[in-house]
């Protein structure tokens, strides 16, 4: 069926209607709708447009993830690149410390603090608390030199509840014997587990106004990433806003 058929002109106003205009409903019952589902554990109905939106739709062979220009992770990974920042800078770092444990001292001792946790923790849930969406993962160690020919495949079916399968060696094209394989499950959030995705739904936006209007208050505090910002942040997105973050405070 024509998708301005199935929409009868109006402007989309959840995901399943956002994707259907892009891309139809065939494509859109074949390779999202189950998808999404597990990802954000509701219907598509229930979740913003603009999840959908952040995706280029391409009628070409075209198979990077974005129309960017170079596409592609650091060689090594991303902790090389924070180690080297680190030790370059003589910067000193405590591990396995609770923020909230010593936040007035580090917070006086500090000219400036970058926050990236939960924010409607770091003000003690004062208005409620929002929604996370969290991940489990398994890990497997397989007596072959080859599983699955790519570092990520995704599975868009219902049948299998896990969303994607990530080969590690083929990030880097290792030649190892073996190969390590990680299924990801997706899970709601609960506290004691580690937050990865906003809900950016109505209900919890309007609540994340109310934190992001307090967090003005604090002047030396910082509020960044997808938990600070209470936002859904791609790589080069967080890098992005790093670097315009920085200029500010370097213009003041």
């Known amino acids: 069926m024509n998708e301005k058929a199935v929409l009868n002109g109006k402007k989309p106003e959840n995901l399943e209607e956002q994707a259907i205009s892009l891309v139809g409903t065939d494509i859109y ?17 229930e979740l913003p447009a ?22 592609g992770i650091p060689i090594g990974g991303y902790t090389q690149i924070i180690e080297k920042m680190l030790d370059h800078e003589n ?19 500090a000219d400036k603090v970058i ?18 969406r969290s991940l489990r993962f398994e890990h497997e160690i397989l ?17 299998n509840k896990f969303t994607r399968i990530i080969e590690h060696k083929h990030f880097e094209f290792g030649e190892q014997e073996k190969t390590i394989i ?33 967090s003005k208050e604090k002047k030396k505090v910082i509020f960044g990433g ?3 910002m209470y936002k859904y942040y791609d790589m080069h997105m967080v ?14």
């Open 239 to 252: 890098i992005h806003e790093a670097l315009t973050c920085v200029q500010k405070e370097l213009s003041k």
């Open 143 to 159: 007596d072959i030199q080859n599983y699955q020919g790519n570092a990520v495949v995704n599975y868009t079916d219902a049948q």
């Open 91 to 109: 910067i000193e770092v405590h591990l396995s410390t609770d923020f909230f444990e010593n936040k007035e001292s580090l917070e006086e001792e």
């Open 226 to 228: 997808r938990l600070g």
């Open 115 to 132: 926050y990236t946790g939960m924010i409607d923790q770091y003000f003690n849930y004062e208005f409620g608390r929002l929604e996370y």
């Open 50 to 71: 603009f999840i959908i939106k952040r995706l280029p739709v391409r009628l070409t062979y075209d198979n990077n993830y974005f129309n960017d220009k170079y596409q």
């Open 182 to 214: 990680t299924k990801e499950y997706p899970s709601d959030w609960k506290p004691g587990d580690e937050p990865y995705y906003p809900v950016n739904d109505k209900t919890n936006n309007d609540l994340f106004k109310r934190y992001y209007k307090k």
């Open 29 to 45: 019952r074949k390779l999202i709708k189950d998808y999404t589902e597990k990802q954000w554990g509701r219907p598509c109905t």
